[in-house]
């Protein structure tokens, strides 16, 4: 019964934090950046004053789907953040150009998360299945629900990794945003309570995880106990 409380809990934070993580950009999305630079620019400004000059900037389809790719070297942007001229396009496009930065630095913590991606991948694929079928046969196979756990323990690993890599895109972000007078005094802390936000949604999310991963180990333990 506890377990339920937490995963429902869990639901609810979810939910409240996607709520006003879209209530947050919808509000400052209205908000003018003081320059009228659009998100793509903000992006190439960015580059360009850490030095880079071989990652692309490039719009692509959906609401908050902004990322980088270090596979193929693209700040992805959103339509709606790549034409923008916001305080809320701005914050994304310094925080995906951070993600960039932080490759064309070799940091360290991206580094981790890149070599985790393949076997995560493979584990994503496959991890439902195997804990279903090992829940099912946990008396007379344990060591399929093992395998389950062991699988899924790669993807909250994944997740704990993420935090670091986007608190630090964020710090890079916040920076140059107000040294390079992107942002205001009026307006930069609009700017970082946008990005709180988002970076809440990858707390919420690793949290949740690593209690799931709990759940099925005490599934295991119990069942050996038996």
Known sequence: ??????????????????????????KYSQIPLDNGMSGREVAEKML???GIYDVKVQSVPGQLTDHYNPENKTINLSQSVYSSRSIA?????????????????????????????????FASKYVQWVLLLGILMVNTFPALLL??????????????????????????????????GITSYENHDKAQDALKWAAYTYVVAALGSLATLIYYIMIFTGARDD
């Open 147 to 180: 395998a389950g756990i062991i699988l899924f323990g790669l993807t909250t690993l994944f997740s704990f990794v993420t935090l670091p890599v986007e608190v630090n895109a964020t710090q890079r972000a916040l920076a140059w945003l107000s040294n390079a």
């Open 1 to 26: 019964m506890n377990i339920w409380i937490i995963f429902i809990v869990f639901m609810i934070l979810s939910w409240i934090v996607s709520m006003t993580l879209k209530t947050k950009f919808k």
């Open 48 to 50: 360009r004053d850490n």
């Open 89 to 121: 396009s701005a914050a994304v496009a310094a925080h995906e150009t951070g993600h960039a930065i932080q490759h064309a630095t070799a940091y360290a913590w991206l580094g981790f998360r890149s070599k985790l991606v393949p076997p995560v991948s």
